[in-house]
Each structure stands twice: as C-alpha cells, then as structure tokens.
C-alpha cells in the first residue's frame, strides 16, 4: 500500500516538475527582408511565420522615419504571411514594420523588421504613429486597445490538480474505521 502511495506522489511530482511545451508560432521570414536597403518603397510588406497565424487578430504597420504612418489599409492574412499594402514611402531613412498576430494556439507574438529607403520617395504620410510599452509602434488610434501579452498562465491549473488528485488519492487509501 505504501509501495502505491510513494509511486503515485512520484508521477504527480514528475508531472508537476516537467515544463510545458512552448511551439508557438515564429517568424520564418520577411518583405522586405530585415535589414535590406531599398532605392524604392515595396507596393506591400509581409511577415510570413512557420503556421497560419489567426487572421482577426493581424496586426501590421509601416512606420517611417517621419514617426508616420505608411501601410495602407487593414493586414490580410495570406496562407502562413500576414500581408499590407503600403503607400508611395516618402524620406529615406529607416523603416520600421511593427507586426503582432495571434498564432494557432492562440499565443501573441509581435516584433519588428526594419529596412531603408536610401531614396527619398514622394509619397504623402499617414497618420502619426503611437509606441507601446514593448517598443513596437502602432497607429494611434490602436495605441490604446490595452491588449495583455502574457495570456492565462497555466501553472496554477497543475497545482490545483495534483492537489485534488493527492487528496483523491489519500481518501481512496485510508484506513476504514471499525465500528
């Protein structure tokens, strides 16, 4: 009996102790590509990840040197990229493309790809863009959408579990009482 005891604490510690698995989605690539140089501005840009990211979810803005926006347009989820289209980029100097997409499993992931425009271009911005607190810039009217990065934790799920499966376990191994 006490044999079954200590086999079952050790699993429920061994499933405690194990990590979770961590495959959320990732960039696998980008256009233009980060850090390119370009005489003149892509019609479009896209992040492509290693899945299909949730399509209500994109996110993608082109910010310029100016702190103006642009990208033109709401994203389009297109297979495993997340696409926009960009309008005439006007100052050379450093772009930046500030994505944030909801993966499969239903984790944020956001980052940015920079390139430079060495030619200066005769397009007229759009609207001033804002920062958030990770750094990525967005369109002003989305800086305030207050949207968390960490999602639900699950750690305290486990514990509540083997907290339950232990008492379940002692309640099913005790002594009955003689009457």
Known sequence: MKKLILAS???LAFALGTPTASAHSFVTGSDPADGSQLAQGPEQVSISFNEVPQSQFATLN????????????DPRVEGQSVVVDVRELGPAGDYTIAYRVTSADG???????RFTLT???????GEAAAATASGDTVAASDADSGDGDGGIPLWPFLVAGGVVFAGGLAFTLRKPKDA
């Open 119 to 125: 030619q200066a271009g005769a397009g007229m911005p």
């Open 62 to 73: 082109v910010v310029g040197p100016d702190g103006n926006m642009w990208s033109e347009g």
């Open 107 to 113: 984790h944020p992931i956001s980052g940015t790809v």
């Open 9 to 11: 604490l050790a699993v």
